[in-house]
């Protein structure tokens, strides 16, 4: 924060995260990139509005063949996923939920058309659905030999006046974007540095972000369960044993369908 109160900036390098979900995923070409885009974003998000809640954040857009989700919580957790689109017509939105640990959501939904960038995507969301004026820059690249996922975000505070928001706004889509491959975007509090252009500032925070699953043994047991008693019955009969692998992180779990009956009967 700068410490005349006009200006947030938060800035973020999550690239080993992101190294490990294109991998996970298989993720290749347009959507790596815009998938490793949407991770970023999601982390600036939260960081922006919620730091303490989890936020994911869904693409889907006809030009992409699968739908793009990054998911982040308050401890610093990142994960993301491409998932196959549904094969109807695809929509084009740009879906963003908040969730808090008791269960309470909340979610907005906005055009996503294909043209934006996801970084001009997240300043609309912003300002439409957050009322948050925002410049968002993200400095993503995905390559066979790294992947980059780096970003910042300078929100405009209600103390900001006219002619400071002008200087910054000229400053960043001038100055910084012409330096743009100059930037030390990988060391998040030299970049804040750049950015606050000898504005006087507090640093707030400093969190790291990682790359885990929220997978389970027990979860799978439950998915299994929710077939239905009969199904499970079927293959207990058959012994035959149930191998799931989790989308999100390649886990293999070997699940018997008896265990997945002895859970049944010990909820009864
Ligand atoms: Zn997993």
Redesign the pocket.
């Known amino acids: 924060m700068t410490n005349d109160g006009a200006f947030r900036i938060i800035a973020c390098d999550v690239s080993s995260a992101a190294t490990k979900v294109v991998e996970l995923q298989k993720s290749s070409g347009v959507e790596a990139q815009k998938l490793v885009e949407m991770l970023v974003a999601s982390v600036l998000v939260r960081e922006t509005t919620a730091p303490n809640r989890r936020v994911q954040m869904r693409l889907s857009q006809p030009s992409l063949p699968s739908d793009l989700l990054a998911d982040t919580t308050g401890d610093g957790i990142l994960r993301g996923l491409q998932r196959p689109g549904s094969g109807e017509e695809k929509t084009t939105v740009l879906q963003v939920t908040y969730s808090l640990r008791g269960g309470e959501m909340h979610q907005s939904i906005i055009d996503a058309p294909a043209e934006f960038s996801v970084q001009k995507l997240m300043m609309k969301y912003l300002q439409e659905s957050e009322q948050i004026i925002s410049v968002f820059r993200l400095h993503c690249h995905v390559t066979d030999v790294k992947t980059v996922a780096t970003g910042y975000v300078v929100q405009l505070l209600p103390e900001a006046e006219r002619e400071g928001i002008v200087a910054m706004t000229r400053h960043i889509t001038e100055a910084l974007d012409v330096s743009d491959n100059q930037l030390p975007w990988e060391f998040p509090a030299e970049l804040i540095a750049k950015v606050a252009d000898g504005h006087e500032y507090t640093l707030l925070s400093d969190e790291p972000i990682k790359f885990s699953?929220?997978?389970s043994r027990q979860r799978f047991i439950l998915g299994i369960a929710s077939l239905g008693r009969d199904e499970v019955e079927n293959m207990a009969k058959e012994e035959e044993s149930l191998e799931t692998v989790?989308?999100?992180?390649?886990?293999v779990y070997n699940i018997s369908p008896h265990e997945v009956l002895q859970l049944m009967d010990s909820r009864n």
């Open positions: 699953c929220s997978c989790c989308d999100g992180c390649g886990s």
